[in-house]
């Protein structure tokens, strides 16, 4: 087995959602549950740091952008065009 998988395996059983405080339970319950229910892909996700959101941050930004800008126009075209030669030059 590898390394890794090991670290996982070793995280996972020691920090179980179970020994969260009962009062801290009450406020952060639907946190709580989250967690626990994606503990594996949370552990993955800081053991395999090869994967990143950034490619995306780079598209999302430029649109969330123009989008900001457009605000209360209506023509669709128009914002389809500066959206593709923001990225096609």
């Known amino acids: 087995m590898g ?5 996982k395996q ?3 059983s020691h920090y179980k959602i ?3 405080p009962n009062h801290a339970q ?9 967690i626990e229910n994606y503990f594996e892909g ?8 090869t994967t990143t959101s950034g ?3 780079g ?3 430029p649109i969330k952008l123009i989008m900001q800008q457009w605000y209360g126009l ?5 914002f389809r065009n500066r959206v593709l030669a923001c990225f096609f030059d």
């Open 59 to 61: 598209i999302n930004n």
């Open 26 to 34: 009450i406020f952060f319950r639907e946190s709580a549950s989250t």
């Open 3 to 7: 390394k890794r998988w090991i670290i």
């Open 10 to 12: 070793a995280l996972i």
């Open 18 to 20: 179970d020994i969260i």
């Open 42 to 49: 949370i552990c993955n996700y800081f053991l395999d740091r």
């Open 74 to 78: 209506s023509n669709f075209n128009n």
């Open 55 to 57: 490619v995306m941050e």
